[in-house]
C-alpha cells in the first residue's frame, strides 16, 4: 500500500499552493465582506488549465485524474473556501453530466467552453419542497413539439446569476415518479427564465447561492441531457464524485484553520511563555492535526476508488462526513485557540468557521451521509 503522491501531483500541489497564497489569499476576506464575486478567479484557474481537471485534453480539458482533482480543491480551499466551491460545483454537477451523458452536439457547443473557463456550469435540483428527497420536485417541462416550456422556481443554487449553462432538472412526466424526472440544459439568456432572490449567508459570501425562476421559458429540445425520464438517474451519477469534491474542500478549510492557529500558538504569549507550551493547547492541536489525517487519507481512498472505477458509494459518503464535520470541529478549536480574537474578523479563523458549516450540508446533508453509508453496510 503506497501513500506518496507522484511527483508530478506534488508539482502540481506546489503549483496550486502557490497560485493560492499569492492570488487567491489576499483578497479572500474582502470577497466575503462584501459579498462580490471573483469572477477574475475563474480567469486566472483557467489559465492554469483548473477550471476542466478531470476532463480529456480532447475536449480541452486537463486529463487529470480525480486524486489531481482533489489535491487541487483542498489546496484553493485552505485559503478561499469561496473560489473552491464555486469551482467543484462547476467541474463536479455542472460540467460531469454533459460530459458523462451529452451528446456530440451538446459537447461541441457547451463542455469545450465549461473546460476552457469561458463558461461557468451550475446544477438546478433543489426545489422549496425537494431537498433531501429530490423525487419531489415540481418544476414541470411541457412538451411544446420542437421545444419545451418550463415552469417552476429552484432555490440553493451555487453560482446562480454567474452560471452560463445550468442542468436543471425537471417533471417531464407527472405519472411516473422519478422516472418522470428529465435534464434540461437551461442557457442564462434564456426567455422566461431568471434570476429571483440571491441569498444572504452565514458563510462562502462571494459564491452566489439563490433562486432560478422559470415563467414559461423556452427551452430547445435539443437541449435535453440524454433521454426522458432519465433525469433522476444523471442527478443521482454524479453524487459521489461531488461528494468526494466536497470532502477535499472540508479539508482544506480545516487544514487552513489549522495552520493559522498552530502559528498563533507560537506567537500569543501569557504566563510569560507561548501558548503552544501549555498542556492543553497541545493537546488540541495534537486532535486537529490527527482528525485532518484522517479526513485526508478518506478523501484519497475515495478518490483512488472513483479512479479506479472500483465500487465507491460507502468510501465517498465517508470521505463527505467525515471530511466536513473535521472542518467544523477543526474550525471550532482554532476559534477557542484563538480566544476572543478568534471571534473577531480581523482573524481569518473567524471565516473558516462560518465557511465550514454549509459543508456538512450541501451535497447531501451528513445526516443524509450517514444513511447511504449505513445501507451499504447492511446490504
Request: hydrophobic residues 40%; proline residues 3%.
Amino acid at each position: 500500500m503506497n501513500f506518496d503522491l507522484t511527483e508530478e501531483q506534488l508539482l502540481l500541489k506546489r503549483m496550486v499552493r502557490e497560485f493560492a497564497e499569492n492570488e487567491l489569499a489576499p483578497k479572500a476576506a474582502y470577497w466575503d465582506e462584501t459579498g462580490t464575486f471573483p469572477r477574475e478567479n475563474l480567469k486566472k484557474m483557467a489559465e492554469l488549465d483548473l477550471m476542466g481537471m478531470p476532463f480529456p485534453e480532447t475536449v480541452g480539458g486537463a486529463g487529470m485524474s480525480v486524486l489531481d482533482y482533489v489535491l487541487v480543491l483542498e489546496e484553493i480551499a485552505r485559503v478561499c473556501p469561496t473560489t473552491a466551491v464555486i469551482l467543484a460545483v462547476h467541474t463536479s454537477v455542472g460540467t460531469m453530466p454533459i460530459y458523462l451523458f451529452g451528446n456530440q452536439q451538446q459537447k461541441e457547443k457547451y463542455l469545450t467552453k465549461l473546460c476552457r473557463g469561458e463558461y461557468l456550469g451550475a446544477f438546478a435540483l433543489t426545489e422549496p419542497t425537494a431537498g433531501s428527497d429530490a423525487t419531489k420536485i415540481k418544476c414541470s417541462a411541457e412538451d411544446k413539439g420542437d421545444h419545451y416550456l418550463v415552469n417552476g422556481t429552484k432555490i440553493f443554487i451555487t453560482n446562480a446569476g454567474e452560471a452560463d449553462v445550468y442542468c436543471t432538472f425537471v417533471v417531464t412526466d407527472k405519472t411516473k415518479s422519478h422516472h418522470g424526472i428529465s435534464c434540461l440544459l437551461i442557457e442564462k439568456n434564456t426567455p422566461g427564465f431568471k434570476v429571483g432572490k440571491i441569498e444572504k449567508k452565514m458563510g462562502l459570501n462571494g459564491s452566489k447561492t439563490g433562486e432560478l425562476i422559470f415563467e414559461n421559458a423556452i427551452v430547445p429540445k435539443e437541449n435535453l441531457l440524454g433521454q426522458e425520464g432519465e433525469g433522476f438517474k444523471i442527478a443521482m451519477s454524479l453524487l459521489d464524485g461531488g461528494r468526494i469534491g466536497i470532502g477535499a474542500q472540508g479539508i482544506g478549510i480545516a487544514q487552513g484553520a489549522y495552520d493559522y492557529a498552530l502559528a498563533y500558538t507560537k506567537e500569543r504569549k501569557q504566563f510569560g511563555q507561548p501558548i503552544s507550551n501549555f498542556q492543553a493547547i497541545q493537546f488540541k492541536l495534537a486532535d486537529m492535526a490527527t482528525r485532518i489525517d484522517a479526513a485526508r487519507l478518506l478523501v484519497y481512498q475515495a478518490a483512488y476508488l472513483r479512479d479506479q472505477k472500483l465500487p465507491h458509494s460507502k468510501q465517498a459518503s465517508m470521505a463527505k462526513m467525515y471530511g466536513t464535520d473535521t472542518a467544523m470541529w477543526v474550525a471550532t478549536e482554532a476559534v477557542q485557540i484563538l480566544g476572543g480574537y478568534g471571534y473577531i474578523r480581523e482573524y481569518p479563523v473567524e471565516r473558516y468557521f462560518r465557511d465550514a458549516k454549509i459543508t456538512q450540508i450541501y451535497e447531501g446533508t451528513n445526516q443524509i451521509q450517514r444513511l447511504v453509508i449505513a445501507k451499504n453496510i447492511l446490504k
